[in-house]
């Protein structure tokens, strides 16, 4: 089965830092454009940053500076180094990203989510 799994969530206080990682796993040929959203509670989901199969980031404004987004194309997996966090950034951070199951077969996957939150 083709599935995106998330891992690297969990409680941090205020300034501190988390590490997200995101693996694409099953048949796989290849994945293209991955990266992170968000979803705080009573809050619509939100883009926090992407990156493209060629390295090209883009970052949501209220986490610039902060976060940063890397890759590892051989493990397939997608990365969200998360510095000086805030209680702001508590929400549940889903992994998405386009998979091809087979070349020039691309589909759009969303993982389950991990819970981050932001507290002393």
């Known amino acids: 089965q083709v599935q995106l799994v998330e891992s690297g969530g969990g409680l941090v206080q205020p300034g501190g830092s988390l590490r997200l990682s995101c693996a694409a796993s099953?048949?796989?040929?290849?994945?293209?454009?991955m990266g992170w959203y968000r979803q705080a509670p009573g809050k619509q989901r939100e883009l926090v940053a992407t990156?493209?199969?060629?390295?090209?980031?883009n970052y949501a404004d209220s986490v610039k500076g902060r976060f940063t987004i890397s890759r590892d194309n051989p493990k397939k997996t997608v990365y969200l180094q998360m510095n000086s966090l805030k209680p702001e950034d508590t929400a549940v951070y889903y992994c998405?990203?386009?998979?091809?199951?087979?070349?020039?077969?691309?589909?759009?996957?969303w993982g389950q989510g991990t819970q981050v939150t932001v507290s002393s």
């Open positions: 998405n990203a386009d998979l091809e199951v087979r070349r020039y077969d691309i589909s759009n996957y």
């Open positions: 099953g048949s796989i040929f290849r994945a293209n454009r």
């Open positions: 990156i493209t199969s060629f390295g090209i980031t």
